[in-house]
């Protein structure tokens, strides 16, 4: 019987178990099979791995087990009981999948398991054990190696390599540039003997393992005080997923609650259904025994009689079903290729993609392991031979490159025939610039303990752990014997790819044992189909980045142009002095948070600073427990200063350098005439670079000559200290000036250091007139913290004081006068499409004081002031733009809208340049025709095309006349009657010619647009100019309205450019509108003045078009929302926004059919209406009849008082303001 929680429902039949789900929920799945509970469990290869699952009666293998022996871990947890029979079905995911199946079972049933590889010699794990073996106990060198060498990855280490990992964890680096990696044991050299620095067991402990940290996320319930844990969740399913998202996680639906930096907390969603999580993994790729079996069962069955070949799959498993359509595949595959790809053929079928390029298809059995390294070959093949990028990829079938069109006959087999004596070389000088690499040099380095957890427990992201190792990669590379590059090399090359595989692959093929058989079907062969379904996938889901972004970085902005193009500014305006002297005291470890304790610590500081005196060790340390210890940090006074003032730090300081000494971990040298003590494995660097005598004793490993010894002392005083003068280099190292500079002069060729004018005006330094010098790096991390420091000053005003100060902004509170004005005007609004019915009815008349249309005509007749169409709106109206006539390149933009072929015959006839009346382009494009052709073309027709060309960014007129001609629909309303011509006489030749355009819409003489400037460095420098000008404060919203190219992200990277040169500041200017916003300083003082509103408001009101960029609303600032209305707001044609004090109190549809309100404050209201009803009669706006508002009528509204206080009376559909009621 059920009880009475349970009655009625039906019994869970499944669940489901994985790696993902947490621990204690698997345990409880478990548990519940065993029992017989429940009768159905869905696992991924977590249940492969010998848990004792008890009486499992079958088992559903869903895709074909990688290989055999992954196949009879699944198929052993059925039956898995002395004496039982363990049983199985297998479901192929498709037809390809099917082949696969097929001989993994047929060698299950054989028992022919795929032979193991142990790894050899991984030195990243040789460091981690290192380190453990050290956290408790001395340990000898001898004995350590000794037992290494004991267990079997490591039974042929060379001692090379395990004395170069004991460099590693010792600190001794090929080069200063791996100084802030912190050594991890001391190894005593003379006694032969290493131990663990302080820390080592921690790190042993926490950081420890083999398996990779993906960064997942902890998915925990919430509210539950014991932290219940439901599994974890992949890092990019988190950055895709929000709050209240529902989700799948083993048998539950789960709804998120919150997300946090490390974890996901999240409640039951019981019956709703979720998304499916996902997990990035890497495949583990068919074996390449594996594959050659796959190809001899392929070349077999191929070649057996029918009765034969369904015997054998008989045998293997296969019922009749599956039987008859793997040998239809092969069937179809040999028909469409002439051959089949087995152990001894392998076959190259070409073909063309969806957009012309060729597609070269090596179909082979061998699997991911030879084919991984092949393609490295072959894309370098490419590169090499075309110049081009081959975009070879690899699948466990095959491998498919890319060759984009071209007039030469694409590639074939040979493109993937190589010399076997020089193919391992290949793919070895390939494979360091590969993805592969650079991920498996993370796991190698988080492996080697080089990256630990800064606290154990704590979820280290991802992206962070790929940017700290591509940061130590950068540095590694020019160290090709650096452990970890090695280790990661030997993993590669070892682990992941068989090369001797694909090496023996190649001898055959060149000894014509392998033959390679052409093809060039019309249509993707069956086994093309299922390689290039891998093939989109491993584009398609290359980068998910949001569609601006991804054509944003196909913009070639050139940062150094961009530089040029911004002018140069002072360094020393945009760094803060309080930035650069704290950053000097971090680097100089002289900070109070900075300073270390004891001899560990001391150690640290002559490793990382270089030589330093008793003293300058004193000033470092953190004071005595039971003294008050020195100031903060040591100031300008220096560390003398500071010993005065803490005598005990002299001597505890001394005594730890004489520690350091006796154990030969430091050395006392002489340096500049000073008396200094320096890190023992410095000691080849200071006698090659400055001659320094070193003292007896010195182990020879630490007196091996280094690359560039003064480089490397040049480098560490450039990275420890702030903006320096050349002077002050040579002094601390005892060199000349010029040596100095010289070394310097290389660390900026290579881009480690710069030079330039840092420090204030009146330093020391800058008194010299001389360039100061400063650690590229170190200079970037001061002008970001400069930036911050200014951005840290803003406070934030209100959206609606924002929404007061755009207006002001246009000039709409104190309008500008005559042309002069317009032109300043246009400047502004440069590039931006308004709809032509709003530019000359609210726009210019609100910003320029007793406007005229013959203040427009003067800028465009004289050329300093262009027009373009934009797309053209329902009824007579479209979208406008207004350009300065020297920057019309840069302002422009186009759009690719087909046009019919007359129309291109129209825009040939302006193409030779020049501006022309209608007329005259008419009879341009008649005279190639005969006369009943030419009668076919009116000058109406011509008109009517000037226009489509107009609409679509290619054609302009040097009068605005034909736009307002258009809006009053004269070109439409009538049609002129036809009239002989007036004649005029030329050299005795009467010709007819009109002496004005018969329509209206026709006057003026037209021209080609400019095409857009390519420059793409030029033009995202005047957009982002121009953004700040418009809007005062650029923000996400403002560029999204204006469809900007490249989106946000590029105008985002422009900007940023502009913030380094000090053109403007970034910072959170605005409420709720994140910190991604820009603004020039004095217009941040500017709209910091519009925060306050007068007590009381004088509920000022403003009337602007939807569309104009003086209204914030629906661009930087979100519409409000209205609970109970569906209709939206928009920044469309024809459409009116009333503001009353930056707030939106009234949106009106064209015409005012539509209202939505946003106040129900009556003297808000009545501001807003009465604004609205002047502005009217001002502008002489089209007939306004509201008909709803906020969805319902009119009349049963409060706003309706209001309107017929303002002036509106009732009319046949509502309340109405007519044209003849505004006198």
């Not at 996902?278 to 009689?305: M, S």
């Not at 073909?351 to 030879?370: A, C, F, K, N, T």
């Not at 996938?537 to 070639?556: H, I, N, Q, V, W």
């Not at 660390?747 to 330094?765: K, W």
């Amino acid at each position: 019987a059920q009880s009475g929680q349970t009655a009625g429902v039906a019994p869970v039949l499944a669940k489901a178990h994985h790696g993902s789900v947490s621990k204690d929920q698997r345990a409880i799945v478990e548990e519940e099979l065993k029992s017989g509970v429940l009768r159905c469990v869905v696992a991924t290869s977590s249940l492969e791995l010998g848990i004792d699952m008890g009486a499992v009666d079958l088992v559903i293998q869903v895709e074909s087990p990688p290989s055999a022996a992954s196949g009879l871990q699944r198929v052993g947890r059925a039956g898995h009981q002395v004496g039982e029979i363990s049983r199985a079905d297998l479901f192929p995911k498709h037809r390809g999948d099917l082949l696969h199946t097929a001989v993994v079972t047929e060698r299950m049933l054989s028992g022919a398991i795929e032979a193991i590889t142990v790894p050899q010699n991984p030195l990243d794990i040789l460091a981690q054990q290192t380190v453990a073996a050290s956290a408790l106990d001395t340990v000898d060198v001898e004995q350590w190696f000794a037992s290494v060498r004991r267990s079997a990855p490591f039974r042929s280490l060379p001692r090379s390599a395990f004395e170069a990992t004991l460099d590693l964890l010792a600190g001794r680096y090929p080069s200063d540039e791996f100084a802030e990696l912190r050594p991890r044991i001391v190894w005593d050299r003379d006694r032969g003997v290493f131990e663990g620095r302080p820390g080592a067991q921690r790190l042993a402990v926490t950081s420890g393992g083999t398996i990779p940290d993906r960064g997942l996320f902890g998915v925990f319930i919430a509210g539950e005080t014991r932290n219940a844990r439901v599994g974890e969740l992949d890092e990019e399913m988190v950055y895709e997923s929000r709050v209240n998202d529902v989700f799948t996680l083993g048998t539950t639906s789960w709804r998120i609650v919150e997300i946090t930096h490390d974890r996901v907390n999240v409640l039951p969603a019981f019956g709703q259904p979720g998304r499916v999580p996902f997990w990035t993994g890497d495949g583990l790729g068919r074996p390449a025994e594996l594959g050659e079996a796959l190809g001899r069962f392929t070349r077999e069955i191929a070649a057996a009689q029918p009765d034969t070949a369904h015997h054998r799959l008989r045998e293997a498993g296969l019922d009749d079903s599956a039987r008859t359509n793997l040998l239809a595949h092969l069937d179809e595959q040999r028909a469409a290729t002439g051959a089949l790809p087995t152990d001894v053929t392998l076959t190259v079928e070409r073909g063309r993609d969806e957009v012309g390029d060729w597609r070269i298809i090596l179909h082979s059995p061998y699997g991911m392991h030879v084919h991984a390294p092949w393609a490295l070959a072959v894309s370098a093949r490419i590169r090499e031979r075309l110049g081009v990028d081959g975009s070879a990829v690899a699948s466990d079938d095959g491998i498919i490159a890319r060759i984009p069109d071209a007039e030469a006959d694409p590639p074939g087999a040979e493109l993937f025939v190589f010399d076997p004596d020089e193919l391992e070389q290949i793919v070895t000088d390939e494979v360091g610039g590969s993805a592969l690499f650079a991920s498996r040099f993370r796991e190698c380095a988080a492996r080697a303990l080089l990256m630990p957890r800064l606290r154990p427990g704590t979820r280290m992201p991802l992206w962070q752990q790929r940017q700290r190792s591509a940061a130590l990669l950068e540095v590694a590379r020019g160290h090709p014997t650096f452990p970890v590059i090695l280790e990661t090399l030997r993993e590669v090359l070892q682990d992941v790819y068989d090369l001797p595989a694909l090496v023996k692959l190649a001898r055959g093929i060149g000894e014509r044992r392998i033959r390679l058989v052409e093809s060039e079907p019309a249509q993707p062969s069956p086994f093309a189909r299922d390689l290039l379904f891998g093939y989109i996938g491993a584009f398609m889901y290359e980068g998910d980045s949001p569609l601006g972004e991804r054509k944003a970085a196909a913009l070639s902005v050139d940062p150094a142009l961009l530089g040029e193009l911004l002018g140069r500014v002072e360094m020393r305006e945009l760094l803060d002095p309080d930035v650069v002297a704290r950053y000097e005291l971090e680097v100089q470890r002289l900070a109070a948070d900075r300073r270390v304790r004891g001899v560990e610590g001391t150690a640290d500081l002559l490793r990382l600073l270089g030589p330093l005196t008793v003293a300058e060790v004193a000033a470092r340390l953190e004071p005595a427990a039971e003294s008050d210890g020195p100031p903060e940090s040591a100031g300008p006074a220096g560390p003398e200063a500071a010993v005065l003032d803490d005598p005990a730090g002299a001597e505890r300081a001394a005594a730890h350098l004489a520690e350091l000494v006796r154990s030969k971990r430091a050395i006392a040298v002489s340096v500049a005439g000073d008396e200094r003590y320096a890190a023992i494995e410095d000691a080849g660097r200071l006698r090659d670079a400055l001659g320094t005598a070193l003292p007896v004793g010195v182990p020879v490993a630490f007196t091996e000559p280094v690359a560039d010894p003064l480089g490397d002392l040049v480098s560490r005083y450039a990275r420890t200290h702030g903006p320096f003068a050349v002077a002050d280099l040579a002094a601390r190292l005892g060199v000349g000036a010029a040596v100095a500079r010289h070394a310097l002069q290389r660390l900026e060729a290579s881009g480690r250091a710069v030079s330039g004018f840092f420090l204030p005006e009146g330093s020391a330094a800058s008194l010299a007139d001389e360039p100061e010098w400063c650690d590229a790096e170190g200079l970037r991390r001061i002008r970001m913290r400069s930036l911050a420091a200014l951005r840290g000053s803003i406070e934030p005003v209100a959206p609606a004081a924002y929404a007061r100060f755009l207006p002001s902004w246009h000039h709409l509170d104190r309008r500008l006068e005559g042309v002069d004005g317009v032109l300043q005007v246009v400047e502004q609004l440069a590039g931006v499409p308004i709809p032509a019915s709003a530019w000359e009815t609210l726009v210019l008349p609100g910003r320029i004081d007793g406007y005229a249309p013959a203040m427009l005509d003067e800028l465009t007749a004289a050329g300093e002031v262009v027009w373009s169409g934009h797309g053209q709106i329902a009824g007579r109206d479209g979208w406008i733009a207004l350009h300065p006539g020297d920057a019309v390149p840069l302002t422009l933009t186009r759009e690719d809208v087909a046009v019919d072929p007359f129309d291109e015959r129209v825009a040939a006839t302006l193409s030779a340049g020049g501006a022309f009346f209608a007329s005259q382009i008419a009879d341009a494009v008649r005279a190639p025709l005969t006369a009943a052709e030419a009668a076919e073309v009116s000058e109406s027709a011509v008109t009517e095309a000037l226009w489509r060309l107009a609409w679509a960014g290619r054609t302009t007129n040097d009068t605005f006349a034909p736009v307002r001609t258009l809006l009053s629909g004269g070109s439409q309303s009538h049609k002129t009657t036809r009239r002989a011509p007036r004649t005029r006489t030329f050299r005795g030749m009467s010709m007819a010619r009109p002496a004005a355009p018969r329509n209206p819409a026709a006057g003026g003489r037209w021209s080609l647009l400019p095409a857009p400037d390519g420059d793409d460095t030029a033009r995202a420098a005047a957009h982002a100019s121009l953004l700040l000008d418009r809007y005062g404060v650029v923000t996400r919203g403002s560029v999204q309205n204006e469809g900007a190219p490249g989106g946000f992200a590029q105008v985002y990277r422009t900007l940023a450019t502009f913030e380094e040169a000090g053109h403007c500041r970034r910072g959170y200017l605005i409420e709720k509108l994140g910190a991604a916003q820009f603004a020039a300083s004095t217009t941040i003082d500017r709209l910091r003045t519009f925060a306050a509103v007068a007590d009381p408001a004088p509920l000022t009101p403003r009337v602007l078009a939807a569309t104009d960029p003086a209204n914030a609303y629906g661009a930087a600032l979100a519409w409000p929302g209205l609970e109970t209305v569906t209709h939206r707001p928009g920044r469309k044609a024809g459409a009116l926004v009333v503001l009353v004090d930056g707030e939106l109190v009234l949106y009106l549809e064209r015409g005012g059919r539509t209202v939505l309100a946003f106040s129900d404050d009556d003297a808000v209201l009545d501001a807003a209406t009465r604004g609205l009803a002047a502005e009217a009669r001002a502008r002489a706006l089209e007939t306004l009849t509201v008909e709803k508002v906020n969805g319902e009528g009119t009349y049963s509204s409060p706003l309706a008082r209001h309107l017929r206080a303002a002036g509106f009376v009732e009319a046949t559909k509502g309340l109405s303001l007519r044209r003849e009621m505004r006198r």
